[in-house]
């Protein structure tokens, strides 16, 4: 059931705190690194920047439906999210700490445009770290759940350590995507695309065109309580796989297929007509539920 506007609480909105406190059981969350034991980013520092006791995410370990996970949640409004050498650390940390422990999932709630460049290398680094973890703790048999619905969106190379996951839940405000859309409009032109028209960015990058496109598992409100259910009834189901060189393959297959069929469409709306939605442009208006009754009745 769709909660009323009034009822919700947004996770759009939300701080990264305030998201882990609605998305797991009341009380249970405890947080690995905290204040009095953070460090904040040495390089901000050098440069005469203003750091955060947490360097932009929340590390710890929780209750989900009574369930045990690790949880990690990057705070969108520090820096929107990005990515630095203690901010990397401490999700490498949590992951490698999955393998030990073995909980039912590693919970990331992404809000990042990617790395961040004040830190060079060590941003970068930071991320190829971060990826290579998340693939451990899933050949270890942990899950990796990435929650996406911030006001950052999943970017750069956040994007990419979304697609790393088990799975992804998002909500039609979150968007995902290798290249933000100023990266686009600086390096190619404001005639390829626009990022100011918002609604092209979300037809292109936007919770319901992930959906659309198979690259997420789960649409969700934009509300807190919407996530943890999501989430609940995803990791009920989820069967992590083994790694095996047969599924690389059939992924690799499956991406070329896509590049081939869509490679030329400047448009969601192109996109959108080409899997078969008879009415393209009534899309963005949908709410949650018939979006998911539209995607369920598309030619496989």
């Known amino acids: 059931m769709t909660p009323s506007l009034a009822a919700r609480h947004s996770w759009f909105e939300a701080t990264a705190r305030h998201r882990i406190a609605g998305l797991l059981d009341a009380g249970s969350f405890r947080e690995i690194l905290p204040p009095a034991e953070s460090q904040p980013s040495p390089h901000l520092a050098q440069l005469d920047l203003p750091g955060a006791f947490d360097d932009g995410v929340v590390v710890g370990c929780g209750r989900l439906a009574g369930q045990a996970v690790l949880i990690a949640a990057q705070e969108g409004q520090f820096m929107g999210g990005a990515v630095g050498e203690i901010h990397g650390a401490k999700i490498v940390g949590l992951l490698r700490r999955a393998i030990l422990e073995k909980p039912a999932a590693v919970l990331l709630l992404i809000d990042s445009g990617g790395v961040r460049l004040h830190e060079a290398n060590a941003g970068l680094i930071a991320i190829s770290e971060i990826m290579r973890a998340v693939l451990d703790a899933r050949a270890a048999g942990v899950p990796v759940l990435a929650l996406i619905g911030g006001s950052c969106g999943a970017f750069g190379g956040m994007g990419i350590v979304a697609k790393l996951c088990s799975a992804i839940l998002i909500s039609e405000e979150g968007r995902l ?10 390096v190619a032109g404001v005639e390829e695309f626009d990022s100011k028209d918002r609604a092209l960015v979300w037809r292109v990058t ?19 309580p919407a996530f943890r259910a999501g989430t609940v009834e995803l990791l009920a189901a989820w069967r992590e796989p083994a790694p095996t060189l047969a599924n690389l393959r059939a992924t690799q297959h499956r991406l070329e297929t896509r590049l081939a069929a869509y490679a030329t469409y400047r448009d969601g709306l192109q996109v959108w007509a080409a899997l078969g939605v008879a009415d393209p442009d009534a899309v963005p208006m949908l709410d949650r539920d018939s979006l998911v009754a539209l995607k369920e009745g598309l030619p496989t």
Do not use: F, N, Q
């Open 177 to 186: 995507a290798l290249s933000g859309p100023e990266v686009i409009e600086t």
């Open 206 to 224: 936007g919770g319901k065109h992930r959906y659309l496109m198979g690259d997420c598992a789960a649409l969700v409100e934009d509300d807190i």
